[in-house]
């Protein structure tokens, strides 16, 4: 008998959870169109089951061309540009941005407001367009610093006073390597401050997929194509457990994965729905019974 097993930390970070709860909400209460600005969860699974209970998801530009119409931020948190257009298009706002994201935006506000007549310089430690980086990027005017791997700290000079960020969703290894490498670039004297601002619902599951990873023979890892965090979290595992394989739907499963196991684990990514990773698990179920 073969041990087919869900991995029951997988799945939604509490701020995607909110974010999904606040929208159903407001679909099944209200009845009426509810605008997504950008995906709500990078999962397209996720997104079709709200788009067909009335969601609609919408890029920046189709915002600025509706009017009076009931606008969902998603958890990732918007820039302060995007609230002054919502305002003036006369939009109702459900605000689901990540109360994490919130605290966050509101420190680096701080920091800005209170550096930004002197030559200190903002490094954030994230990747250059995530809605979650143009959203923290904004509560600085847009003059923050964002870096993306240590090799792009050239962009900062280190004779200047330095205050670092990270986006939450980074790694908390590479984060500590960026200051480490900070710390002994900047000039004797030079004032260097950091803030390790990544958020523990994805740091913590880090080493918990590496674990869970090396009790299977099989490790189907399931997430959409389009999550950051999707694609780091399976290559760690798939460090582990070479035998891991990426998927996005139960259609993806095939039988050379599976072959041979006596033990699968199913695993995904914090945006992966847990439904989602049942539907698999039961199209595994389908698959061995024929092997
Ligand atoms: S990963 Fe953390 S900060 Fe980001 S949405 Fe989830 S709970 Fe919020």
Redesign the pocket.
């Known amino acids: 008998m073969v041990l087919v097993e869900i991995d029951e930390h997988s799945g939604f970070?509490?701020?995607?959870v909110k974010a999904i709860n606040k929208a159903e909400r407001f679909l099944d209460n209200s009845h009426q169109t509810l605008y997504s600005l950008g995906d709500i969860v990078h999962n397209n699974q996720e997104v079709s089951r709200l788009e067909n209970k009335g969601m609609q998801t919408i890029t920046l530009e189709n915002l600025a061309n509706l009017e009076h119409a009931d606008i969902l931020f998603r958890?990732?948190g918007e820039p302060p540009s995007t609230y002054e257009l919502a305002r003036k298009q006369g939009h109702r706002l459900i605000d689901a941005t990540?109360?994490?994201?919130l605290g966050l935006q509101a420190r680096i506000r701080r920091v800005y407001e209170a550096n930004k007549d002197n030559d200190t310089q903002l490094v954030l430690f994230g990747k250059s367009g995530h809605a979650?980086v143009v959203g923290l990027l904004g509560q600085t005017n847009n003059t923050a610093i964002v870096v993306e791997t240590v090799s792009d700290i050239s962009k900062i000079d280190f004779s200047r006073p330095v205050f670092l960020f990270s986006q939450?969703?980074k790694s908390l290894d590479e984060f500590r390597e960026l200051v480490a490498v900070i710390r002994q670039s900047m000039q004797p004297g030079v004032r260097f401050e950091y803030r390790d601002t990544i958020?523990r619902?994805?740091a913590n599951r880090l080493p918990h997929l590496r674990d869970f990873s090396t009790k299977y023979d099989s490790v189907l890892f399931v997430s959409g194509t389009k999550s950051s965090n999707g694609r780091a979290l399976y290559e760690a595992c798939r460090q582990v457990n070479p035998k891991t394989f990426f998927i996005s739907s139960p259609d993806d499963v095939r039988p050379s994965m599976i072959e041979g196991a006596s033990r699968i684990g199913i695993c995904g990514a914090?945006s992966t729905p847990f439904w989602l990773m049942e539907e698999v698990k039961k199209h595994v179920q389908k698959v061995l019974s024929e092997l």
């Open positions: 970070c509490l701020g995607v958890a990732h990540c109360p994490v994201v979650e939450t969703t958020c619902q994805v914090t």
